[in-house]
């Protein structure tokens, strides 16, 4: 497994402005995601954070409100920009190790846009 | 496509009760199969996973039996307890392709 930590924990925001998650893995790994979880609901994949590259994003995500870096092999982020409050939402990290086929996810960020 | 179907909640059962939640799937490929549990306020954790036809997933007492002939992977405990109280997704993976979740079950113990 990994031991993975996400900065801040919870965070309340006002609308327009931007927050940038970190998500910290004790151990580097391949595969590096970012997930959304609204209130009630399931998780829907925002993109896949690629080392040394851009990021992958799903329908329905643009770069421009979910800009993500990935820097090394165990740390990445996730900027949620110009805030509204359908924003608020949990936001987990997500990661795979090589040939494990298996994601293991971080605590997650509770984000509420007032 | 991938998807995922799972038993609708909420469920609420007595302390010691015999609990299934039901999950079955629709893959393009050979899926592996996941159990996760999310308890209140936290994140999510593997609770158990299997990987090809006829495996059992089990941990904390929990089970699921990938069956390909009827495409389900339902999981099941013997005696529940309050501790288990939590929201469980079922979900799945093709290759190193993104993980696909049902809409989860909120499961609740009395004591």
Known sequence: SAVISQKPSRDICQRGTSLTIQCQVDSQVTMMFWYRQQPGQSLTLIATANQGSEATYESGFVIDKFPISRPNLTFSTLTVSNMSPEDSSIYLCSVEKARQETQYFGPGTRLLVL | ?111
């Open chain 2, 1 to 111: 496509g991938n998807s995922v179907t799972q038993m609708e909640g909420p469920v609420t059962l007595s302390e010691e009760a015999f609990l299934t939640i039901n999950c079955t799937y629709t893959a393009t490929g050979y899926p592996s199969l996941f159990w996760y549990v999310q308890y209140p306020g936290e994140g999510l954790q593997l609770l158990l996973k299997a990987t090809k036809a006829d495996d059992k997933g089990s941990n904390k007492g929990f089970e699921a039996t990938y069956r390909k002939e009827t495409t389900s992977f339902h999981l099941e405990k013997g005696s529940v307890q309050v501790s288990d109280s939590a929201v469980y997704f079922c979900a799945l993976s093709v290759g190193n392709e993104k993980l696909t979740f049902g809409t989860g079950t909120r499961l609740t113990i009395i004591p």
